[in-house]
């Protein structure tokens, strides 16, 4: 697919910036279409060194809060105001996603890239950890690595080349996704799917010279990515 949104982005000092398949290209094909209403106020979690929370704002005109636990939110407040965004537009905020340090009901709606498979395989944290800080009928939008069909009692030898068992049991199929967010009372299902974002994502990532994009070549290379993909999960709060 194309990615209009963004050709502004793909400045190498930008791309430098990036941990993983590139999040801003997931981020705009998750949102395409999206129902989040002009003016909310969102929660990026899981945000990194903050290139999707500017993604978010820049592009989307959104109220942004920049939730990571790993980065530092003093690094990324500079960023982002290199970036061109006021204090007001778009906040850093260290915080744990099993924990976050909100209001309930604060946020129109809670984008996360490329980070939920980390601590949301388990079917409570929907409703016990993150869908309270939702408004209702506000909309949760995810963007996650996982693999056309999930072959953890048989993994093939190319994934492993650059991932351990531990590692890849971040990965799962659709039907593992829908399966763990239809478990929620509270979440109505709108769409889990396989996106189009796989080879486009993988190949800005892969040219990175730092070492894990090194080190992920080793399985890509071998034709891992055959056995990968990126899923698509959109839901709304009852």
């Given amino acids: 697919m194309k990615y209009p949104l963004n050709e502004k982005y793909s400045s190498p000092e ?6 993983g398949p590139n999040p801003m290209k997931l981020e705009e094909e998750l949102l395409a279409g999206h129902l989040i209403p002009a003016g909310s106020v969102v929660c990026d979690l899981g945000s990194g060194q903050g290139l999707t929370s500017v993604f978010l704002a820049k592009e989307y005109g959104f109220t942004v809060y920049a939730a990571d636990l790993w980065s530092d939110p003093e690094e ?12 007001a537009e778009i906040i850093p905020v260290k915080a744990d996603a099993t924990d976050l340090p909100f209001e309930k009901g604060f946020f129109d709606s809670i984008v996360s890239t490329d980070s939920y498979n980390y601590f949301g395989r388990n079917p409570e944290y929907l409703d016990e950890k993150l ?85 992920d070549r080793k399985a890509m290379e071998a034709g891992g990515g055959r056995y990968l993909n990126f899923v698509k999960i959109v839901l709304r709060k009852k």
């Fill in 131 to 215: 869908l309270p800080f939702v408004k209702k009928g506000g909309y949760v939008y995810i963007a996650i690595p996982g693999m056309k069909q999930d072959c953890h009692d048989h993994l093939p030898p190319e994934l492993l080349l650059s991932w351990t068992p531990e590692q890849l049991d971040y990965m799962h199929d659709v039907a593992y996704w829908r399966d763990m967010v239809g478990q929620s009372r509270d979440a109505e299902i709108i769409e889990v799917s396989e996106m189009e974002s796989n080879e486009e994502v993988w190949a800005d990532w892969l040219r990175q010279e730092n070492e894990y994009a090194v080190g």
């Fill in 76 to 87: 990324n407040r500079q960023f982002f105001r290199e970036m061109g965004l006021s204090d």
């Fill in 14 to 19: 930008l791309m430098a910036k990036i941990m």
